[in-house]
């Protein structure tokens, strides 16, 4: 895949957000001062006192303008999306617009569709969307578009041709294939620098089978380990739930102990495959390669047993679509229509052990990157 090319919408919207910034700051209306009279009654004058009096008034808080609805497969207790939950209240509380946040406290493709027809019923004035899966969202989200919805992809968008896809008005996100590919050819390069050749054996592990996004991860680094002459990549499932997960880690490295690299879809899982490697102690011996970053992800890189990870910025993700919404609904302003290279880009960044500190920042002030 050719270099993706990087275009000045971000820029546009950095400096719309300062404008609107600077022009929105509260202010507050002083009246004129009141003179009031206040008699006093004494033998043998009646005085007469001038008193001033300075009144302060502080205008009501304005409704919001917009009311956008966020509609996302991962709900806001996952620490991952939490983070996205902080970016959009920013930007809602930035603009002064009212954005309301649903998702699953399960993994669903059920569930998110039954989320988004409910967000439709509401007629918000915009839509934010994970295309998750673009076959159960189809009908739901071209409906809205007739309803005169506007309506912005955000984390995965609908990998379709530009004819067959979902006709939203832009992504904003990373293009997960091309994360997965940029994860494959770091961890294998570093790989090979540490160990002074190819891993023996590289698995998968996946949390959400069925999510276009880490399907489209999983098969960028299955090719990439094809292309270099590796046997067949495994994809296994390793659900959600954190106990389960280092079980099943475990218990593929007991069965295929000639497996040196995991590959993960995410921080958690990222954590697991950490876990499983020590308690099985194999240290040095097995080695991980994940997309999304959080404070664990940061240790393992540090321990040496995290060869590098991909950010794509999730508070970023809940941020900028609220802009974009904004944008469209006051101005007119519209992001890049389509998909790759069309969107607005929040990754993939490579962090490994020589780039760290720039995460640091923003896994401390939002939780993750």
């Not at 600077?22 to 209306?29: I, K, R, W």
Request: glycine residues 8%; aromatic residues 8%; charged residues 25%.
């Amino acid at each position: 895949m050719g270099e993706v090319k990087r275009y000045s919408i971000v820029a546009v919207i950095i400096a719309l957000v300062v404008g609107l910034v600077a022009g929105s700051v509260a202010t507050y209306l002083v009246a004129p001062a009141k003179t009031m009279v206040k008699t006093v009654a004494g033998a043998p004058t009646t005085i007469t006192k001038a008193v001033t009096k300075t009144v302060t008034i502080t205008p009501a808080a304005k409704p919001p303008k917009y009311t956008i609805y966020y509609v996302s497969h991962g709900g806001p207790a996952n620490v991952w999306w939490a983070t996205v939950v902080k970016g959009a209240k920013a930007a809602a509380d930035l603009l002064g617009v009212k954005v309301v946040y649903l998702g699953p406290e399960k993994f669903s493709i059920k569930a998110l569709v039954d989320l988004v027809e409910g967000a439709i019923a509401k007629k918000p004035d915009a839509l934010i969307v994970t295309i998750t899966s673009y076959e159960a969202l189809d009908e739901p989200l071209r409906r809205a578009i007739k309803m005169g919805i506007p309506v912005f992809a955000v984390n995965i968008y609908d990998p379709r041709p530009e004819g067959e896809r979902i006709p939203y008005l832009g992504y904003i996100g990373q293009d997960d294939y091309e994360a997965g590919k940029r994860l494959a050819e770091v961890t294998f390069k570093l790989f090979k620098e540490k160990v002074g050749r190819l891993p023996k054996r590289a698995v998968i592990g996946i949390h959400e089978p069925g999510h276009v996004g880490l399907e489209m991860r999983a098969k960028a680094i299955r090719e990439k380990g094809e292309a270099l002459g590796l046997p067949p990549i495994e994809k296994i499932d390793i659900t959600l739930d954190l106990s389960k997960e280092v079980e099943i880690f475990k218990a593929y490295l007991k069965k295929h102990p000639d497996t040196e690299l995991i590959f993960t879809l995410g921080p958690q899982q990222a954590y697991a495959a950490v876990k499983a490697i020590e308690e099985e102690g194999l240290r040095g011996k097995v080695l991980v390669g994940t997309i999304d970053v959080d404070e664990r992800v940061v240790e393992g890189i540090k321990k040496d047993m995290v060869l590098c990870a991909i950010s794509q910025q999730p508070f970023a993700q809940g941020f900028l679509p609220v802009v974009a919404a904004y944008l469209y609904l006051e101005y007119g302003i519209q992001v890049p229509v389509g998909n790759v290279p069309l969107h607005v880009r929040t990754g993939p960044t490579v962090i490994t052990k020589d780039n760290i500190a720039m995460v640091l920042k923003q896994i401390k002030t939002t939780g993750g990157a």
